[in-house]
């Protein structure tokens, strides 16, 4: 395998890393789900019940991938997932890079040797703006505590905030490039189940 050859990856669940990154959701109820498949410099857009909408956001600069976001159209800006998925620092699940389905040496799937999310991506979102700004504050009190007095107070509040759980499984995906930073991924097909509240 030669960094200028394309890769196709069947992915199966071979991979332990997608526990690890995002929390396990806890599921009440049928989820709302859809299919995707994306290109190399394209984004994906599905509109949910309730007006939100869900995007695959392709990222250009550094790595290239493509990260997950759902927002309120009347303030695309807000990332209503990433307030409320953990880490919030470092490598999170929201992120779909090459580099986390290849092993060290870029010669084959990821076989444990690197420490990155799997096919399964587990993340929590917020349904709202008002829950959108509150995550948003009490996160950046957490991450920037001005005490260890405020931090545990913007915890608190940050843990009451109700959220949503989703997932995003990569089925398959093909590899335009397998040599470190400037590997990449040609397409991506995926599942998506939200457990979110639907409209009666």
Same mark, same amino acid.
């Given at each position: ?70 927002? *309120?159209? #009347? =303030?695309? /800006? ?8 953990? @880490?919030?620092?470092?490598?999170? !699940? ?38 959108? *700004?509150? #995550? =948003?504050? /009490? ?8 005490? @260890?007095?405020?931090?545990?107070? !913007? ?46």
């Amino acid at each position: 395998m030669t960094g200028c050859s394309a890769l196709l990856i069947v992915l199966m669940l071979v991979t332990t890393a997608s526990s690890i990154f995002g929390e396990e959701p806890e599921h009440t109820g049928c989820p709302f789900t859809f299919t995707g498949t994306v290109s190399r410099n394209e984004d994906f857009q599905h509109e949910l019940p309730g007006g939100l909408v869900f995007a695959l956001e392709f990222i250009n600069y550094g790595p290239e991938g493509w990260a997950v976001r759902i927002f *309120d159209p #009347a =303030f695309q /800006s807000d990332n209503f997932c990433a307030v409320v998925t953990p @880490p919030y620092n470092g490598i999170n !699940a929201l992120q779909i890079y090459a580099w986390h389905f290849l092993n060290e040496e870029g010669s084959g799937p990821n076989d444990g040797s690197v420490n990155a999310p799997g096919e399964e991506r587990r993340f929590n979102f917020v349904t709202d703006k008002a829950s959108y *700004d509150t #995550a =948003f504050e /009490s996160l950046s009190a957490m991450l920037w505590p001005e005490s @260890p007095e405020t931090q545990e107070a !913007a915890s608190a509040v940050h843990d009451g905030i109700h959220r949503e759980s989703g997932m995003l499984t990569v089925r398959e995906l093909v590899l335009g490039g397998t040599e470190g930073d400037s590997a990449w991924i040609d397409s991506l097909k995926f599942d998506v189940e939200l457990f979110i509240p639907l409209p009666e």
